[in-house]
């Protein structure tokens, strides 16, 4: 009987000490969330060069000398914002870029209101990133520019490709959904049930709350409990407050989808799965992959549970180029650019692509200049 | 006026007005005999008063339905209604949080030794048959009270309330069954965890650090959700919830769109009619600009 005894006094002991570091924890705690706070983001520094109705176009300048001639136009989804591409210094995507020596545009979509519920993916690829990518053609007198697109805005920039081909020299795609037919991701089950049409008669636009708390509750254990309980631990941590808040900051910026993308988005791609079969329709022109000639670079995370890899890979199969790359990497869907082991990964690897090809259009130029001159 | 003062208002027009199309049937019924007698008729008999009756008894049962419904503290939910994703998210949230200092209590319990005593995790005391009950209830005795043929000038307002009315309640029902299946995983895996507890409690060795049996509830939670979200009957359920939701916002702007129409600002019709004219004229001023552009 005396063991027990014994046990119940170490117990005793250890909640004590326990009770102790948590009061401790939480006089520091104090000072972290009343003091002054770094929880900014989206800081480095842009321009807006041009806009549309509500989508702007950013332009960040490299700070360093540009090693590549053509610019790249990065694509972000019309869910959550591209502030995920630069969430701080240190850990952002862009300056990564700029750090590369490469000179990056942005589409910001802004903030869809009512006005914008008929707007389909026909006017966001064909009008908005259209003029996008000629803005950038004609300030840069050039052709071609390279494109990246993320996540939904990767599905619109393969779209944008295969349906202008002659404008776009590099594709990138990252964690970018193409083929639906999968049940590996919940959205991929729940989506196929969903009466995407009523939703937009009932709410107009998709609202970034509702698709939020979709979002919260692929993982709620995780993502409603566990991470706050994680934050409790840490909230004397000035840096993990920091870092914490930033993050919400984002996840919670939602803006809404309008309605007609968000229906058209669902019907077409989650439950008729007519894009990677060369069946989709956008602006009356079928979209066939095939016509996708160009470099394609395609990452994905290999525990992306929104979008998994089966909804990725197929992609470098089914598009006409013969120069495509698939990247799996060891991590989730927002990982891919916020976990410091994909920043040292993501961006240097996609500059190391770019460059490549790059050159080998710079040697190709050269070289049917001279076969040109060599004719005359 | 701000934006809480608008919302009692939009609530008071709301209310007055629900109260005057009820009125006008409860008024009707109560006035019948009247008339009858007045125009020297007598209807049918006895069958006609059985049905006058059973007319009464019927509007005195709406009477009750309707008033709890557009009494005040009523009106508000109904028109704010779904103002509230973030609302279902709290709800979600305080239930696990509710079911973790649950865990941490009963571990404190146990390592004091009152293990004996721990009493299984119940959640809340729903049973999943009470939806169905209530389902039935109010699809049998409730929606036919909605159903009653309207009539006259304000019969179109009246249908469109009544309309109000049923999806409000068919939303409420199933959001309650939806929230209660997805507040089941954390009531299985507290009690899980729960079990283990007392198990390790009773060999002497329950251990010092109650983030060792957190990590089991979270892991074990996080299965238990993962089977319910791929399963048939979540996304029979999930798709149930979006309908409902769905119906009952269509309904809701209805009504509201009757109430506004009184007032001098523009309804969401009206609204919706522009923009469309104005997102055609865009689109067209587009494609001549390109035209004149390609000359």
């Known amino acids: 009987m005396s063991e027990p005894k014994i046990a119940v006094e170490l117990i005793l002991e250890k909640l004590a000490e326990e009770s102790e570091r948590t009061q401790e924890r939480l006089r520091k705690a104090k000072d972290v969330l009343l003091g002054e706070l770094d929880t900014a983001i989206a800081t480095t520094p842009y321009d807006v060069v041009h806009q549309i109705d509500r989508v702007k176009l950013k332009h960040y300048t490299p700070k360093r000398k540009k090693t590549l001639k053509t610019p790249l136009l990065v694509v972000y989804a019309l869910i959550n914002r591209e502030t995920m591409l630069d969430l701080q210094p240190g850990r952002s995507v862009v ?55 993320i996540c939904m805005g990767g599905t619109f920039s393969v779209i944008y490709t295969a349906l202008h081909p002659d404008k776009i020299k590099n594709l990138i795609t990252t964690v970018t959904p193409t083929n639906f037919d999968t049940d590996k991701g919940l959205l991929h089950i729940w989506t196929k049930q969903i009466d995407a049409g009523k939703l937009v008669k009932a709410y107009g636009n998709m609202p970034g709350d509702f698709l939020n708390l979709g979002f919260l509750l692929l993982n709620p254990a995780r993502l409603m409990i566990d991470k706050y309980v994680g934050f409790l631990e840490n909230i004397d941590n000035k840096t993990f407050v920091e870092n914490f808040i930033r993050m919400e900051k984002w996840i919670f910026d939602s803006p809404d989808v309008p309605g007609e993308t968000f229906r058209q988005f669902i019907e077409d791609c989650y439950q008729k799965n007519l894009l990677i079969q060369n069946k989709m329709i956008v602006g009356g022109k079928k979209v066939d992959l095939r016509k996708i000639k160009v470099p394609l670079l395609n990452i994905y995370g290999r525990f992306d549970h929104l979008v998994p890899p089966e909804a990725c890979e197929l992609l470098t199969k089914k598009v006409g180029s013969k120069d495509t790359e698939d990247i799996c990497l060891d991590t989730g869907h927002i990982g891919i650019y916020v976990s410091s082991k994909c920043q040292r990964e993501l961006v240097p690897k996609i500059a190391e692509w770019l460059r490549e090809r790059d050159v080998v259009a710079r040697k190709t130029r050269k070289k049917k200049k001279v076969a040109s001159k060599s004719k005359t | 006026m701000n934006g809480e003062e608008q919302k009692g208002k939009e609530s008071e027009v709301f209310t007055s007005w629900l109260k005057s199309s009820f009125d006008f049937w409860k008024s009707l019924g109560d006035t019948w005999p009247d008339v009858m007698k007045v125009s020297g008729s007598t209807g049918t008999g006895d069958q006609f008063m059985d049905y006058l009756k059973s007319w009464q008894s019927m509007m005195e049962m709406s009477e009750g339905l309707m008033s709890a419904f557009y009494s005040s503290g009523t009106v508000e939910p109904v028109l704010s209604g779904l103002g509230g994703f973030p609302d279902i998210a709290m709800r979600i949230t305080k239930a696990g949080w509710d079911g973790y200092f649950y865990l941490y209590r009963q571990w404190v319990e146990k390592t004091l030794g009152a293990a004996e005593h721990a009493q299984s995790y119940v959640f809340e005391k729903l049973d999943k048959n009470s939806f169905k009950t209530w389902t039935e209830i109010y699809e049998k005795e409730f929606k036919q009270i909605l159903k009653i043929p309207k009539i006259g000038l304000a019969r179109e307002y009246q249908e469109r309330m009544a309309e109000l009315a049923d999806r409000f309640n068919v939303f409420q029902t199933t959001l309650a069954e939806f929230l209660y299946t997805l507040y089941l995983p954390i009531e299985k895996s507290v009690q899980i965890v729960q079990q283990a507890m007392v198990e390790t409690a009773k060999r002497g060795d329950l251990g010092d650090d109650f983030k060792k049996y957190y990590k089991m509830w979270i892991k074990t939670l996080e299965g238990h959700y993962m089977t319910l979200f791929k399963s048939p009957e979540y996304t029979d359920i999930l798709k149930k919830l979006l309908d409902a939701v769905e119906d009952y916002k269509i309904a809701r702007e209805e009504v509201l769109m009757d109430v506004f129409r009184n007032l001098p600002m523009p309804t969401n019709r009206d609204i919706d009619e522009v923009y469309r004219e104005l997102y055609d004229l865009k689109k067209k001023v587009r494609e001549l600009s390109k035209k004149i552009e390609e000359m």
């Not at chain 1, 908005?128 to 007198?141: A, L, P, Q, W």
């Open chain 1, 95 to 149: 300056q990564n870029f700029m750090n590369e020596g490469i000179e990056v545009y942005m589409i910001d979509w802004g903030y869809p209101t009512r006005k914008d519920k008929f707007l389909g993916i026909d006017d966001h690829v064909n009008v908005y990133m259209d003029e996008m990518v000629d803005f950038i053609r004609k300030k840069h007198n050039l052709d071609k520019v390279n494109l990246m697109g």
